[in-house]
């Protein structure tokens, strides 16, 4: 079964270039064709392909245009293929939803093994970029993770400390010698600033919190 994949490019000859190179794969059906972000939308709409390969730099508000792809085409996987090869651009595409991100500097095969990967339903990111998009959104979500630690009040990170410990609300408020109530409050706090919904997401929270940071200690140290 083939694969329906439309191209989005503002350069004429790379777009003609595109649609005949993948048209000659048996295993691929381009189904249409664009020029900039309105045309991505409405290629999106209209023919619903499998893959949408587009470039970022073109006429209109393109990641706008992605954005609502992702939201509303779920069936249509995007890979993006541009000479940006900026991470923080890169990052900012692949929390859109984005699938794919190709640079033009890489071979033929390289952008073939990206339709069909996400297809698949899998990331695929140009070899050796990848490297340093993943390094870069790890280190992102260490310093996140650090900086929600910080804002962690001292009575807080007390009882944190004790929820660790698999303490009871009323262990908690015996030890630090408030009320019972006032516990409650606090971990109501914890569960907004954690994102949990219960006791034992916050306490899963907090793992989470403390582990990479002190894991990380050394290298920032070094």
Same mark, same amino acid.
């Given at each position: 079964? $083939?694969?329906?994949?439309?191209?989005?490019?503002?350069?004429?000859?790379?777009?003609?270039?595109?649609?005949?190179?993948?048209?000659?794969?048996?295993?691929?059906?381009?189904?249409?064709?664009?020029?900039?972000?309105?045309?991505? !939308?409405?290629?999106?709409?209209?023919?619903? *392909?499998?893959?949408?390969?587009?470039?970022?730099?073109? *006429?209109?508000?393109?990641?706008?245009?992605?954005?609502?792809?992702?939201?509303?085409?779920?069936?249509?996987?995007?890979?993006?293929?541009?000479?940006?090869?900026?991470?923080?651009?890169?990052?900012?595409?692949? +929390? &859109?939803?984005?699938?794919?991100?190709?640079?033009?500097?890489?071979?033929?095969?390289?952008?073939?093994?990206?339709?069909?990967?996400?297809?698949?339903?899998?990331?695929?990111?140009? *070899?050796?970029?990848?490297?340093?998009?993943?390094? $870069?959104?790890?280190?992102?979500?260490?310093?996140?993770?650090?900086?929600?630690?910080?804002? &962690? $009040?001292?009575?807080?990170?007390?009882?944190?400390?004790? !929820?660790?410990?698999?303490?009871? +609300?009323?262990?908690?408020?015996?030890?630090?010698?408030? $009320?019972?109530?006032?516990?409650?409050?606090?971990?109501?706090? !914890?569960?907004?600033?954690?994102?949990?919904? +219960?006791?034992?997401?916050?306490?899963?929270?907090?793992?989470?919190?403390?582990?990479?940071?002190?894991?990380?200690? *050394?290298?920032?140290?070094?």
């Amino acid at each position: 079964m $083939s694969i329906s994949v439309a191209f989005v490019d503002d350069h004429p000859i790379l777009l003609d270039g595109l649609v005949n190179l993948y048209s000659a794969k048996d295993d691929l059906r381009v189904t249409a064709r664009g020029e900039n972000a309105i045309d991505a !939308l409405k290629i999106v709409e209209e023919h619903r *392909p499998d893959v949408l390969v587009t470039d970022l730099s073109m *006429p209109g508000d393109t990641l706008a245009a992605l954005e609502l792809i992702q939201k509303n085409y779920e069936g249509t996987k995007v890979v993006v293929f541009t000479a940006t090869a900026n991470i923080d651009t890169a990052i900012q595409v692949l +929390n &859109l939803g984005v699938c794919g991100y190709v640079l033009k500097g890489s071979t033929a095969r390289d952008l073939y093994e990206a339709i069909k990967t996400v297809h698949d339903g899998s990331t695929f990111i140009t *070899p050796g970029f990848a490297t340093k998009v993943i390094l $870069s959104m790890k280190t992102a979500e260490i310093r996140r993770k650090a900086q929600m630690q910080k804002r &962690l $009040s001292a009575r807080e990170e007390q009882i944190v400390t004790y !929820l660790l410990q698999g303490k009871t +609300n009323r262990e908690i408020a015996s030890m630090l010698d408030i $009320s019972e109530k006032t516990v409650k409050h606090y971990m109501t706090l !914890l569960m907004q600033k954690l994102d949990a919904r +219960n006791r034992v997401e916050v306490v899963l929270a907090a793992q989470k919190l403390q582990a990479p940071v002190e894991t990380s200690a *050394p290298q920032m140290l070094s």
